[in-house]
């Protein structure tokens, strides 16, 4: 649940800064604007990240289910599984 939570307020987030980074238009404020496309920029950056971490826990969390109860007998397959080594790198 909570994963599910993190991925789909992070997609708000995400879009919401997209659409914002596109209504910014040049003006007078030139330092406003690019302080505020830097900022955007770092809050998108965030939100992604916080992103892949609940597509972490959901994945986590989907083996956890799949293993319990037996994960010593499935240790070594799931150690040297795609799925464990793409978590791994998330």
């Known amino acids: 649940m909570l994963g599910i939570f ?3 307020s992070n997609l708000a987030v995400f879009s919401a800064r997209w659409y914002l980074d596109s209504s910014i238009k040049s003006g007078i404020h030139d330092m ?3 302080d505020a496309r830097v900022m955007s920029l770092f809050v998108k950056h965030l939100s992604f990240s916080d992103l892949l971490t ?3 826990l959901l ?3 989907y083996h956890n289910e799949l293993f ?3 994960y010593k007998a499935d240790a ?3 150690m040297h599984s795609a799925t464990c ?3 791994g790198v998330i």
């Open 6 to 8: 993190t991925i789909m």
């Open 32 to 34: 406003v604007v690019r």
């Open 54 to 56: 609940g597509v972490y």
């Open 59 to 61: 994945g986590i969390c």
């Open 68 to 70: 319990k109860g037996h």
């Open 76 to 78: 070594i397959e799931w």
């Open 85 to 87: 080594k793409a978590l």
